[in-house]
């Protein structure tokens, strides 16, 4: 079987116990290289460094992306 190029990524456990239905559906495909969210948010850590509260950022507007 080949490589998935694209597919949803690997979430830490403190996010996938918070959202456990999401998480429980997007665990159950083969992860990729790559996912959406990090194409979009290629520059994911200075976009969390310039915030105030980098964790609320990535709640609010990244992992509902992922």
Do not use: F, Q
Request: glycine share 6%.
């Amino acid at each position: 079987m080949g490589h998935v190029i694209v597919g949803p990524r690997p979430e830490v456990e403190k996010w996938v116990t918070v959202y456990p239905e999401r998480w429980k559906k997007v665990l159950s495909v083969r992860p990729g290289i790559t996912d959406n969210a990090s194409i979009v948010y290629r520059s994911e850590e200075s976009i969390l460094a310039g915030s105030e509260d980098p964790e609320k950022k990535y709640k609010e507007i990244i992992l509902p992306r992922n």
